[in-house]
C-alpha cells in the first residue's frame, strides 16, 4: 500500500514525522511520502524513523500556489531540497504565512473571539509552516471548541471574514521550479471545493505544459464525479494518476491509506526524479 500525501508537526500535521512514519508502519503502508505545507523541514527526522521502521519514505513537500484569488495545491515529489530558487520560494511562502496568521488571529480577537497570537505560536512546532489550523488547535486548547473541524466550520474558512491570504507562486512557475529543482510535480486534490471553486482543466493544461507529471485523482474531497472527470483529463494530457489520504494525524479525519498510488505510479516518480532519492529501510 502506497500513500503518497502526509502532513506532520512540520507543518499542521499533529504526529512527529518520525511518529507518522510509525503510523504509517502500524497501518500497514508499504511507501508513505511526506509532504508538507511549504517545508522539507520533517524530511531527516522521518528517513531515520523509515530505515527504522521498514517503510519506504518518498520525501515530498505540498507547495501553496495561487492563481489570482484561486488556491492551488502542488505535491513536489524528490526535489533537491538544497535547490537555491525552490529554497527562496519556500521561504517567502513561510514568512508570509507567518504574518498572515498573526493577522487573521487580530482580526478575530478584534471581534472579542477568545485568541491570541501567543496562545497560537505557542501550537507551532519551532521551525514549522505555520497554517489556519494552528490558530484551530489553540481554540480547541482553550476549549472553545471541541475539534479543528469546528473552529474551521465557524471562523476559518476559505470564505470566512476573518480569512487573510499569503505570498504564493503562481501554479505553472511552481511547477518550473519544481522540475528545476529534479522534483515531479503533481497537482493535489483539484476538485476540493474552496471559496474560488474548483481549478479548472485549462489551468491544468497550463501546467501541464511546463511539466505537470501527474494528477491526485484519488481523494476524499472528490466525489465520484471528479474521480471520473479527472481520470479523462489525466488520460487526455497524459498524466499520472494518483491517490492519497492527506493524513494530519488527529487533526483531520482522513485516515493513513485510505486512498492509495500504484507501485507502477511510484516507480515511474522515481524515474523521472532526480533530486533526491527515495528512503528504502
Ligand atoms: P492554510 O494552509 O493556513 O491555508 O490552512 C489550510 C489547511 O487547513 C489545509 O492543510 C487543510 O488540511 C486544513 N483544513 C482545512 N479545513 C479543515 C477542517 N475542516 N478541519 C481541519 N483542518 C482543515
Ligand atoms: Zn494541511
Ligand atoms: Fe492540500
Ligand atoms: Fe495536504
Known amino acids: 500500500m502506497i500513500d503518497l500525501h502526509t502532513h506532520s508537526t512540520a507543518s499542521d500535521g499533529t504526529e512527529t514525522p518520525a511518529a507518522l512514519v510509525g503510523s504509517a508502519a502500524t497501518a ?3 511507501a508513505v511520502a511526506l509532504t508538507d505545507h ?3 523541514a520533517g524530511w531527516d527526522e522521518a528517513a531515520g524513523a523509515a530505515r527504522q521502521r521498514g517503510v519506504v519514505l518518498v520525501p515530498g513537500i505540498e507547495v501553496s500556489c495561487a492563481r489570482g484569488s484561486r488556491s492551488v495545491h502542488l505535491l513536489a515529489y524528490l526535489p533537491d531540497p538544497a535547490h537555491p ?5 519556500l521561504a517567502r511562502a513561510r514568512e508570509s504565512r507567518d504574518t498572515r496568521l498573526d493577522r487573521m488571529v487580530e482580526k478575530m480577537a478584534a471581534d ?19 497554517g489556519r489550523p494552528h490558530i484551530a488547535d489553540a481554540l480547541v486548547r482553550g476549549g472553545v471548541v471541541s475539534h479543528r473541524d469546528e473552529a474551521f466550520a465557524r471562523w476559518l474558512g476559505d470564505d470566512s471574514p476573518y480569512y487573510v491570504t499569503h505570498y504564493a ?4 512557475r511552481a511547477v518550473e521550479v519544481v522540475r528545476d529543482a529534479g522534483g515531479v510535480a503533481v497537482i493535489a486534490h483539484p ?9 479548472g482543466d485549462e489551468l491544468v493544461e497550463e501546467m501541464a505544459a511546463a511539466g505537470l507529471a501527474g494528477v491526485e485523482v484519488h481523494h476524499r474531497d472528490h466525489d465520484p464525479e471528479a474521480v471520473a472527470h479527472l481520470c479523462r483529463l489525466a488520460e487526455a494530457l497524459g498524466l499520472l ?5 492527506d493524513y494530519h494525524g488527529a487533526g483531520k479525519r482522513n485516515r493513513l491509506g485510505e486512498h492509495t ?3 507502477a505510479t511510484l516507480a515511474a516518480i522515481e524515474e523521472r526524479a532526480g533530486g533526491s532519492e527515495v528512503v528504502r529501510p
Open 28 to 30: 500497514g503502508l508499504d
Open 38 to 40: 511549504d517545508t522539507t
Open 85 to 89: 530558487v525552490l529554497v527562496a520560494e
Open 112 to 130: 472579542d473571539i477568545p485568541v491570541t497570537v501567543e496562545a497560537v505560536r505557542a501550537e507551532v512546532r519551532p521551525g514549522a509552516t505555520p
Open 169 to 172: 507562486p503562481d501554479p505553472v
Open 191 to 199: 476538485h476540493s471545493r474552496t471559496r474560488t471553486g474548483t481549478v
Open 241 to 245: 494518476v494518483t491517490g492519497s489520504s
Open 261 to 263: 498510488t500504484d507501485p
